[in-house]
């Protein structure tokens, strides 16, 4: 930034840019050097250090291969698709995206905010280190093998069962759901929440003391 404000101090010795400014004039700040749209979109395995926030960017594609070191913010975006093999160290935030389907392989090692989003399924062996949030989502059932480290919030979603070997490592809120019972074999560190409208038909089973 420093060196284009040297430039342009030139032409227009009263103009200084601000990293929010860039997007206006086509440009992108990664890892701290500023490159344009298209030369950020065609760098292959890609490693950004810190956050990658592209809310209402008009950035329209992922470099392949990107792995991303803090969280990744794409609402408001133009971004249709993610890239296959990506890797989010923090968060993965698409509420209000354009994003309609997740990558095989994606790893996310905080918390996934799909609320509201317009993805409608997941894809099988998902992990997720943080809390999965799938309030007001359209995806109606959840992949075999999901692990969600933290909270899994279903509150308001279309599903009406949860999978064999589901595991979660926090609470498990099921409120203003169509589901009625849980398997044998889920896991749940924490909590599992229901709505008082809930309680005449679940069955909770042996997980009955969990059940608030």
């Given at each position: 930034m420093q060196?284009?404000?040297?430039?342009?101090?030139k032409k227009l010795p009263k103009l200084k840019l601000q990293d929010s400014?860039?997007?206006n004039i086509g440009l992108i700040s990664i890892n701290g050097k500023k490159v344009t749209f298209e030369e950020f979109s065609k760098m292959e395995n890609l490693k950004v250090?810190?956050?990658l926030?592209?809310?209402?960017s008009t950035v329209k594609e992922l470099?392949?291969?990107?792995?991303?070191g803090g969280y990744l913010w794409l609402s408001g975006s133009k971004i249709k698709e993610l890239p296959s093999g990506l890797t989010v160290g923090?968060?993965?935030?698409?509420?209000?995206?354009m994003?309609?389907?997740l990558p095989k392989g994606l790893t996310v090692g905080r918390d996934l905010d799909l609320r509201r989003s317009t993805i409608k399924e997941l894809?099988?062996?998902?992990?997720?280190?943080?809390?999965?949030?799938?309030y007001g989502s359209k995806i109606k059932e959840l992949p075999l093998g999901l692990t969600v480290g933290g909270h899994l919030y279903l509150d308001g979603s279309k599903i009406k069962e949860l999978p064999s070997g589901l595991t979660v490592g926090g609470d498990l809120y099921l409120m203003r759901t169509a589901i009625k019972e849980l398997p044998e074999d889920l896991k749940v560190k924490g909590k599992i929440f229901i709505s008082k409208g809930m309680e005449k038909t679940f069955n909770a089973g042996k997980f009955k003391s969990k059940v608030h």
């Open positions: 060196f284009l404000n040297k430039v342009l101090a400014d860039l997007d250090k810190g956050n926030d592209l809310r209402y470099p392949s291969g990107l792995e991303v923090g968060s993965l935030k698409l509420e209000g995206s994003i309609t389907e894809p099988s062996g998902l992990k997720v280190g943080g809390d999965l949030d799938l």
